[in-house]
Every structure is written in C-alpha cells, then in structure tokens.
C-alpha cells in the first residue's frame, strides 16, 4: 500500500536494532507496496516461546546469493565521505552479489515499514506495482481511504505526485513521496484509459485490519489472515476459542506475504500443544521456534493457500502441514525461505542481507520450491475447503 511499509523492509524499529540481532525473513521489493514480509521482533519472537540468539560474529561463513555486510557498509561508508549516497553505493553491491532478498533501506523507508507492522501507517490508501515500462499502476484501493473517496481505482496509473515524475522509479521511492505528516494535501496526477485525471488528497492514519472471521453453515468458521502484523497471531487464538464447539476451520492464507515471524508462531500455537514450528540457521548456526503449549489439537482444519501465500505464512502451513495439524488446499505457495538480517549503515540506511535459510518441522526447505497443498484447487478453492472438512467430520 502506498504510504503502508508493507511489502518490504525489516521488521525492526531503530532501538530494537541497538538491542541486538532481530532476525528478517523476508523483503519483497519495495516498501509499502502492500504486503508485510516476514520478520524477527525480539518482544514478539519471546511471546511465541522462539528462541532467539543474538547475531554470530563477522567471521562466520556467507554461502552463496548472500552480501558480505562488511563490503556493503565499506561502499556505504566510502559514498558517503564523498559526499554520495550510501545507499545506492550499498545497494550496488548487495546488486553485484546475486542476493535476491537482499536490499538496503533509508531512514524513512525503515521506520515507516516498522509503522506498518503495527497495523497503521500514514497514507493516501493505495497498494501499487510496477507496470509495463515502468509505469507505476494502482492494484487496489483501500475502502475508505483519501484515495477512494478522491475515487481511485484498480487499473489507474499514477503519472506523478506533487508534480514528481514517478515513472520508472522503484516503488520505494513512490512510497516516499506519498508519505508525509497527516492531514497534509497530496497531488496525484493520473491516466485512466487513456484519460488525465488530477486529484488533490489529504493524507491520513490509516489502519489495516489483518485477521477477519466469518462463519459458514455446518459450523465452519473461516479466520482470514491477510498479512503477520503485530497482533495478529494472538487475534487467531482469539478467533479459534470463539469458533463453535464440535466444527471446523478454514484458515484463509491466501495472498498473505508474511510479515513478523512471532506472530505466525503464536498463530500456530492456536493449534498446537507446544513442539517445533520451523528451524533456522543463521551463518550455520542452528537455531529454533516451538509453539507455546495449550493450542486446540483436535478442530478440524484446513489451511488455504495460493501463490501470494509467501514467508512467515508459508512457515505457519509447513508447521501445520508436516505436523499432520491441518491439511492444505490450495495452490503451491511462493517459496520465500530465507532469512535476512539487518545491518545499520554509517548514513543510518539499513541493509537487508541474506544470511540463512529456515525449514518445516520435517526439514524440508521451502525456499525456491514453496509448499505443494495436499488438495489442489483452484477458483473455488474456498468451496472445496469446505468439503475437505466434512471429510474429516464437520457439518450435517
């Protein structure tokens, strides 16, 4: 979402990086674009009962597709005594190395991705993507917005902003100038088939709401989980003691892009009585997530997934998945299995550097490959979800 950090950055705000390593494990493209990616919070990660350890030393090895921070912050550092940008001499490198996940983050970008991993950001109420030749092309707008009020639609193209060319820039970049102190004006300049459009916006709080349930007949309640926000692992425990004694749940994960790892963790502490979520290393060193003992081990359940369904939200369907918790329906998921950690930069950007990867509890890794579902399905996927359940008992 434009104006929302949620499609990338880290999960981390400033003074949890001074506390140690809080580790990422994801980051798609570009900041606010409208998906949270998976990530580390100390607080959060403790709640779930992960453990977490703190960063290993310089020296521990880099495999392959990942950046040695050491040369990253060299470039950052040496930019900036010239009086050039740190991060674009870091992100060259990070560029140069073949880290896909890899990226680096100004300030604003960083703090504001931190804002949206607490439900709220300030923005005008777009997701956007790059288009063809650049062009920057809204995807969706939030109901309720600045922008859907101004009447912003899927399909527009956003021309510029405050008389800003945004065409070929990164979709960071776009966030940037559409952030900015609320209640503040915002000039959109768009193309709509074929057609100019100007409007004129004022900036707002806006608030996202990731976990939504609504109840089916036989007893199916349907927890949709759009992306691991803070909060949001604790209101599907929540969801899952007000669900209807003797029925089922489908536990919608579609188009979910992560967000932070604690809370996937407590999410999958709804359904289990303790015991391993995911491994991970970190430069080689092993480490572990186990879900906090008292979930319901018995509910029927039905994960769903698509393509969207990517990082910490693939991390929760492996857990319920090899488990025997849950059987998935869907669609293969994206395959986002790596971790990231960040580094501050001597400019205060912050670079996001792959460093290892994390399996499900039977040690498959994901990265790459995703999970196959164990019932495909396609357009109707919700529909079959159903009658997976009343296979396993649910219903009349």
């Not at 929302?4 to 390593?21: H, K, M, N, T, V």
Request: aromatic fraction near 4%.
């Amino acid at each position: 979402m434009l104006g929302l950090p949620s499609i990338p950055a880290s999960s981390l705000r400033p003074r949890d990086q001074r506390r140690g390593a809080v580790l990422t494990l994801a980051f798609l493209a570009a900041v606010a674009a409208g998906a949270c990616t998976g990530c580390w919070d100390r607080e959060d990660g403790a709640a779930a009962a992960a453990v977490i350890a703190d960063a290993p030393a310089p020296s521990a090895p880099r495999g392959p597709g990942t950046a040695d921070r050491d040369a990253v912050a060299r470039a950052a550092a040496e930019a900036a005594a010239e009086g050039k940008s740190g991060k674009s001499a870091a992100q060259d490198v990070v560029s140069r190395s073949g880290d896909r996940w890899g990226t680096v983050y100004d300030q604003g970008e960083y703090a504001a991705f931190s804002e949206g991993l607490d439900g709220h950001w300030t923005g005008v109420g777009v997701w956007a993507a790059r288009g063809p030749g650049g062009a920057i092309e809204v995807e969706k707008v939030q109901p309720d917005s600045p922008a859907a009020r101004a009447g912003l639609r899927a399909g527009d193209r956003l021309v510029s902003v405050d008389g800003h060319a945004v065409t070929g820039l990164a979709v960071t970049d776009v966030v940037t100038l559409l952030r900015g102190e609320a209640g503040t004006p915002v000039v959109l300049n768009l193309s709509r088939d074929g057609a100019d459009l100007t409007e004129t916006v004022r900036r707002e709080q806006l608030r996202s709401e990731p976990v939504t349930v609504r109840q089916l007949g036989g007893g199916v309640t349907v927890i949709k989980v759009a992306s691991f926000t803070r909060g949001a692992g604790e209101l599907v425990r929540s969801a899952v003691r007000a669900a209807p004694a003797g029925g089922g749940v489908v536990l919608d994960l579609r188009g979910n892009p992560g967000g932070l790892v604690g809370e996937a963790v407590t999410a999958a502490s709804a359904f289990l009585d303790g015991g391993l979520v995911a491994t991970y290393d970190v430069r080689g060193d092993q480490r572990a997530l186990y879900a906090a003992p008292g979930g319901d081990t018995t509910r029927p359940l039905v994960a769903l997934v698509d393509g969207g369904t990517m990082s910490a939200a693939e991390l929760l369907t492996g857990a319920l998945q090899d488990r025997g918790r849950a059987v998935a329906v869907g669609s293969r998921t994206f395959g986002k299995g790596s971790v990231q950690m960040p580094t501050e930069l001597p400019d205060g950007s912050v670079a996001e550097l792959t460093v290892g990867t994390y399996r499900t509890p039977a040690g498959r890794s994901l990265d790459g490959g995703g999970i196959t579902p164990d019932v495909p399905a396609g357009e109707r996927a919700e529909e079959r979800a159903v009658t997976v359940l009343g296979g396993l008992g649910v219903g009349p």
